[in-house]
Nanobody, 123 residues
Framework: QVQLVESGGGLVQAGGSLRLSCAASARTFSSNAMGWFRQAPGKEREFVAAISWNGGRIYYVDSVKGRFTISRDNAKNTVTLQMNSLKPEDTAVYYC????????????????WGQGTQVTVSS
C-alpha cells in the first residue's frame, strides 16, 4: 500500500514563502506523474500543480502560476512545492498524489491520501 507523507506547512504572512515536501513509498513513484492538491475549509479538494514522471512537463492552475514551483526527485521518491508570494486564499491543507489525466482535467489516481500539511496565510 502506498504511503504519502506531506510536510513543510505552517503559518506565514501574506507575501511569504513555504516549501512543501511529499515522500511517497510507492515503488511506482518514478513512473507516475505526481501532483499537489489542496482543500480549504468548507470547500472541495482542488488540483494545484502536476509534474510528469521525468519532470519534463509541468502544469499549474492559473491561481498559482508564477508563484508556485513543483519539482521532484525520483531517487528519493519525493515531490516538492515551493510556494512564494503566498496569499490568504492559499490557506488550505495540502496533499500530494499521483496524477491521472493532465492539465485542467488532472485528478488523483491513487485511492489513498496522506494526512496533508496545513498552510495558513495571514493577511
Amino acid at each position: 500500500q502506498v504511503q504519502l507523507v506531506e510536510s513543510g506547512g505552517g503559518l506565514v504572512q501574506a507575501g511569504g514563502s513555504l516549501r512543501l515536501s511529499c515522500a511517497a513509498s510507492a515503488r511506482t513513484f518514478s513512473s507516475n506523474a505526481m501532483g499537489w492538491f489542496r482543500q480549504a475549509p468548507g470547500k472541495e479538494r482542488e488540483f494545484v500543480a502536476a509534474i510528469s514522471w521525468n519532470g519534463g512537463r509541468i502544469y499549474y492552475v492559473d491561481s498559482v502560476k508564477g508563484r508556485f514551483t513543483i519539482s521532484r526527485d525520483n531517487a528519493k521518491n519525493t515531490v516538492t512545492l515551493q510556494m512564494n508570494s503566498l496569499k490568504p486564499e492559499d490557506t488550505a491543507v495540502y496533499y500530494c498524489n499521483a496524477i491521472g489525466g493532465w492539465g485542467p482535467a488532472s485528478r488523483a489516481s491513487w485511492d489513498y491520501w496522506g494526512q496533508g500539511t496545513q498552510v495558513t496565510v495571514s493577511s
